[in-house]
Structure formats: structure tokens, C-alpha cells
């Protein structure tokens, strides 16, 4: 864990990932039956909860359940449609952002809008951050789960680190709620 005066930093280690892709016109059908999200940008919380990746696609993540649970799931409940159900639980890592400044952190390294009002608990987004493509979590009002390719979360812990010393992180105004 990283500990920095505005902002902490930490792995989320032994979370089951799974991608769910299914085929566009089923989509509907499939978030209704599995209960995903079916706006753009959102998450709902659950066992797993899941995140809105595109209209045809989510990420189911759980602390409980494994991978395999996840997909027997989703096998019964898909049964005769055709789709994609992928464990990514070793090839994504998970890392927390949260604090005051954990806003402000982010938003030096991506062109979204991270203010409350603009990207609240309960939304997700895609993007290009720092140069790697991240999901963005926001969990809670200053806590954010950031789901990168595991080979570059050594990069990303260093960039956020760096960032979080940079002193317009400091100077920056908090959106604590």
C-alpha cells in the first residue's frame, strides 16, 4: 500500500475477473437474464458486480466467487445462445485508488471529467490513461478500482505515485462529499 497525504494506493489481490461478450442482438435478453448493467458507463454492485463495457459486453468482478462460478452461471443461465465468457483474474490487476486527491490524480492522466457530478459511485468508463487503456471504476465518493493489463501495473503504480507528488495534486481543491 502506498500512503500519500490526499490519496492512498493499493492492489486488490484474489478478485475473480471475468469479460462477458455475447452477441449484439441479444445483448438485451442477456443483461436482463444475468441482471447487467444496460446504460453506457455503469456498474451495478452484487456477487459478482458487474460493469458496463459496451453495449454487447461486461466485466463481472467478485470477491467470493471464483472465475469458474462466475461462467457455470452464466453457461446455465446462456444456455443455447452464443457467446463469450473469458477468465481475465490473471491477466488484469486491480488497483484502488481513493483519498481527496484521488480525483485529481486521475484526471492528469485521462481527458474525463472527474468531477462528481460528471463521473459518480456506480460508473465505469474506458479510456486511455497515462497511455495504457484502463478501466476506471468509481466505487465509492473518493475511491476508485483501476483494472489494467497486469504487465503494465508496475507503470501505472509508478505514474500514479509520481503524479500524486506532483504539487498541483496537493493544491488541487478535494470533491469529498
Known amino acids: 500500500m502506498h500512503n500519500r497525504a490526499g490519496y492512498q494506493l493499493s492492489d486488490i489481490d484474489g478478485r475473480s475477473i471475468v469479460r462477458l461478450r455475447v452477441r449484439p442482438q441479444k445483448a438485451n435478453s442477456a443483461a436482463d437474464a444475468l441482471h447487467l448493467p444496460r446504460q453506457a458507463m455503469q456498474s ?3 456477487d459478482p458486480a458487474s460493469h458496463w463495457l459496451g453495449p454487447d459486453q461486461w466485466l463481472l468482478t467478485s470477491e467470493r466467487k471464483s ?3 462466475i461462467i457455470a452461471t452464466i453457461d446455465s443461465t446462456l444456455a443455447g445462445q452464443l457467446y463469450a465468457a473469458n477468465d481475465l483474474s490473471c491477466a488484469l490487476a486491480c488497483i484502488n485508488l481513493s483519498g481527496p486527491h484521488a480525483r485529481t490524480v486521475l484526471a492528469m492522466g485521462c481527458g474525463i471529467d472527474m468531477h462528481p457530478d460528471a ?3 456506480g460508473q465505469c468508463v474506458r479510456t486511455n490513461f497515462a497511455q495504457l487503456p484502463l478501466l476506471i471504476i ?3 465518493d473518493a475511491g476508485f478500482d483501476l483494472y489494467v493489463d497486469r504487465g503494465y501495473a508496475e ?3 509508478q505514474w500514479l505515485k509520481a503524479a500524486g507528488e506532483d504539487p498541483m495534486t496537493q493544491l488541487a481543491p478535494t ?3
Open 138 to 140: 468509481a466505487s465509492q
Open 119 to 121: 463521473f459518480a459511485p
Open 155 to 157: 507503470y501505472l503504480h
Open 175 to 177: 470533491h469529498e462529499a
Open 44 to 46: 451495478l454492485p452484487g
Open 67 to 69: 472465475a469458474a462460478e
